[in-house]
């Protein structure tokens, strides 16, 4: 089953607003990853962290390694509508591990 | 340049059938992971093939096999069909290399209800 705990299970935001969301697990990754999934498609790499309190962005997306290496953060920042989809967090410690996902809902 | 592609998109099997997936990787990957995705759930690690071999191998039943070809192309096959196999499988394809860069390429998904 699933080890990772990811937060929350769905929101639902107002276009140009902040969204966050994190992930959480009971065992040590050495590298946490960002996907995210559109319907009727398999998930996109969106960020990769590859060391403990390492923070990245990609555009309007900034994510963070946690410094005990069981948690990661997704931000996105003045989201649009086309941010719509499902956030999988995942760690990778040989195979890889995703979390239930975030199902984001953008209005207008 | 192709990305990964799997076929079928869509099948329906009844309990106790086998079903074989298949999955070519993209341009210049040389290996192959599979994954389960229950609705409302993440992939769930099957197995992962490099070299004609499964390297890695997550926590499935015997029932789950597969086989990559020297093209690098693989199927995933699932005997004696259970409801619960009823899924989306996704192939991911990578470079071996790059095994620890999380860098999956993902293909659309092969929808299987088992009935």
């Known amino acids: 089953g699933q080890q990772l705990n990811q937060s929350p299970q769905s929101m639902f935001i107002q276009e140009g607003e902040d969204v966050s969301m994190n992930c959480t697990s009971s065992s040590i990754f050495n590298t946490w990853l960002w996907y995210k999934q559109d319907p009727g498609e398999g998930p996109v790499l969106l960020i990769a962290l590859y060391k403990a309190g390492e923070l990245t962005s990609n555009g309007r997306l900034t994510a963070q390694f946690g410094t005990t290496r069981k948690d990661s953060f997704l931000n996105i920042s003045a989201s649009i509508p086309s941010d719509v989809g499902i956030y999988f967090c995942?760690?990778?410690?040989?195979?890889?591990?995703f979390g239930a996902g975030t199902r984001l809902t953008v209005k207008p | 340049d192709a990305g990964v592609t799997q076929s079928p998109t869509h099948l329906i099997k009844t309990r106790g059938q086998q079903v074989t997936l298949r999955c070519s990787p993209k341009s210049g990957h040389d290996t192959v992971s599979w994954y389960q995705q229950a609705l409302g759930q993440g992939p769930q690690f099957i197995f992962q093939?490099?070299?004609?071999?499964?390297?890695q191998r997550g926590n499935f039943p015997d029932r789950f096999s597969g086989h990559q070809f020297p093209n690098y192309s693989s199927e995933l096959n699932v005997n004696a069909l259970l409801l619960g196999d009823s899924a989306l499988y996704l192939c991911?394809?990578?470079?071996?290399?790059?095994?620890?860069?999380?860098?999956?390429?993902f293909g659309e998904g092969s929808r299987l209800t088992v009935l």
């Open positions: 991911a394809s990578s470079l071996f290399a790059g095994r620890n860069t999380g860098e999956l390429f």
């Open positions: 995942a760690g990778q410690e040989g195979d890889m591990r």
């Open positions: 093939y490099y070299e004609e071999e499964e390297r």
